[in-house]
Structure formats: C-alpha cells, structure tokens
C-alpha cells in the first residue's frame, strides 16, 4: 500500500491508495540505496525547475522537504542518492492527478529535468555527448552515465541495427518511467522520429531499454 500526500491548497489530504508499479519499483531501489550512493546536484535542482512550472513555489518547498530540507544545489556537486528518490516521489505524487498518474508524472519529470539539464551551465559544458544524430547521442551515453551518475554501476549500449538498440543499465537507482522519459527528451532533441522506448527489469538494481525510431 501507498499514500499519496499533500499539502494544503497543493493536492488535498492524505488518502489510501493501491501503490502503483512505479511507485512499488522506486520504494524498492530507495531501501537498496545506502550512504555512498549519490547523485549530480543538477538532478535535484532540475526537478525543482520542472515542480516549479508545473505546480508553484508551495510544491517546490513540500518536494524539498522529503529531501532533508536543502533549498540550493550545485549541478556538479554529490549529494544523497536516498535525498533524491524521496524527492522524486513526493513530486509525482504532486504531479500524477494532472498528468495521469504516479507512473506517467514519472516519465513527465524525466522528461522535464532532462530538458532543463540540457539548457544548465553543466548541460552545455558536456553538450558535445548530448549533441548530433539520435545514434552519436546513444554512443556518448556510457561517458555521459559515467560523469552524471558518480556512485552508478555502468552503462553499455548494445546495436541491433542502425536505428535499433538495448541499453543496459547496472546498479542504477532510477525508475524506468523516469529513465523512459530522460531518454525521450534526448533523442527527441536529437531528432528521433516515431520513437519507441521499452524498458524492463532484469535484476534488484538493473535494467534493460529497447530503443528505435525512424531515420
């Protein structure tokens, strides 16, 4: 069981609700999640761009507070792995009744923390592994995982075709919905056409994402 919370003039009162498969996933990785895993600060802050557009100020400060109460994050610096998938909940939750659902408000802020991450100072310090076709975008991934996720377990891309790949993912702590969505926003901007992403679970922490699109 889950509880969607919020606070007053936000989303209403505390109420008992069947814990979606996101929701159940992301509580899974948050109890495997231990005081060495961390995460870039430009995830926490982007997050809160995207609350902050979505939802006001008031929603910004309710997310923040499930994140040990910090209010200002450097892009480059670590910070607790466990701070962020708090916030990160508690966000969808904020978000899930206007855009669907817990699961769908998941791939909504990948969606929009990725967008904001690629307009910050430290997005456009490394654009050139998030810039070109929707394949050189893919092939610069594991660089990328490597320099955004400094406690993640690793990151490899495996061709099956020229605009057909698997991604895969090992001791990552992010959702799939949330991982489904980063990805859109990248080859999208890189501009993938009729693209489809589908992700699944292979272990505790690891996971595996199906990606094509038009040439």
Known sequence: MGRAHGMSG???????????????ELEYRLSLAGPEDTMRGVFFRSTQEAVLAMKGPAAVTDILEEGGGARGFVDFFAYPTKDFLRVLKR???????SVGGFDAAMRVLGNLVTSSFLGSLLGNTIHVLFTGT?????ENLPMAYKLMMPTGGGLSVVWLGHTHCRIVFERDFLPRSYVEGSLEAHLKKAGARS??????LTGSLSSEYDVSWEP
């Open 10 to 24: 936000i989303s209403g009162e505390w109420h008992a609700v069947m814990a979606s498969e996101g929701e159940r």
């Open 91 to 97: 966000a969808a939750w904020l978000l899930g009744g």
């Open 195 to 200: 693209l489809r992403i589908t992700g699944r």
């Open 134 to 138: 929707p394949r050189r975008v893919l």
